[in-house]
């Protein structure tokens, strides 16, 4: 055989075998369709898609008889015209004598002025502000298991000269809770602790009362 023929030999081979592999996996499909659990699967298949199906459409059932119908339009109101009132001539009023010039004349008097004097803050408050914002760390550990952070309003008396703190008074911003007796002794230790260097800039008669927000 010449090698042409042998190659034509070969390509009738492998068609012949291909068709016999399609013939057999044909035949195969069919022999498997036909076993009793195939068939049962194909209905269960079949019984799903019909049960979702009807499950779809009473779906959009229910959701067509939930729709509310439109509220009725109000009738029109009837528009009231209004009527015209009658307009009487007006009796015409004799003029008003001129009364007579006194000769007494009341003095003015003259109102005082009232200067409101600015209240102007001590020099030593933002140093004092710095110095408290400085210890929100300390704060913080006052507050240890607490879910998110907070604001805290104090408010105290400073004595400048000596730097030290007095008569607090403690109150939680925006949370609307209250401080327990262990975290107020221990937010007043950390703000009275150490001492506040400032320098007032003349001799303080009395404390003054200071108001921070302070977050923690």
Known sequence: ??????????????????????????AARERVEQLPVVQREKRRRRIRRAVTIAAL?????????????????PPPEPEVKPVPAEVTPKKPVPPASKP????????????????????TSP????????????????????????????????????????????????ELVGTGGELSGKQRDCVQGVLSSPGYRLKPEQKQDLPGRVSIVIEF
């Open 1 to 26: 055989m010449t090698p042409r023929e042998l190659r034509r030999e070969l390509r009738q081979r492998k068609k012949e075998l291909s068709r016999s592999v399609a013939l057999m996996k044909r």
């Open 57 to 73: 459409l009473l779906l959009a059932m229910l959701v067509r008889c939930e729709c509310a119908p439109p509220p009725p339009v």
């Open 100 to 119: 007579k010039a006194s000769s007494e004349r009341m003095e003015r008097q003259r109102r005082g002025r009232y200067q409101n004097e600015a209240q």
């Open 123 to 170: 020099g030593w408050l933002d140093d004092f502000r710095l110095q408290v914002a400085a210890r929100s760390p300390r704060l913080a550990q006052c507050f240890s298991g607490t879910e998110r952070p907070g604001a805290l309003r104090w408010t105290a008396a400073v004595n400048a000269a000596s730097g030290s703190v007095s008569d607090h008074a403690l």
